[in-house]
């Protein structure tokens, strides 16, 4: 399909873009350090 082309185009396109990689990885990173997971009292 010419939809399905075009978003595997986009997703190689960015996925080609290092600085955008690297910027959300460490994005992803931030959030699960953000994450403070207490277990819960049983």
Not at 3 to 22: C, F, I, K, P, T
Request: charged content about 40%; proline content about 2%; aromatic content about 8%.
């Amino acid at each position: 399909m010419v939809e399905d082309d075009a978003l595997v185009a986009g997703y190689r396109e960015m996925a080609a873009d290092s600085d955008r990689e690297r910027e959300a990885e460490e994005w992803c990173e931030g959030l699960i350090a953000d994450c403070d997971v207490q277990p819960f009292d049983t």
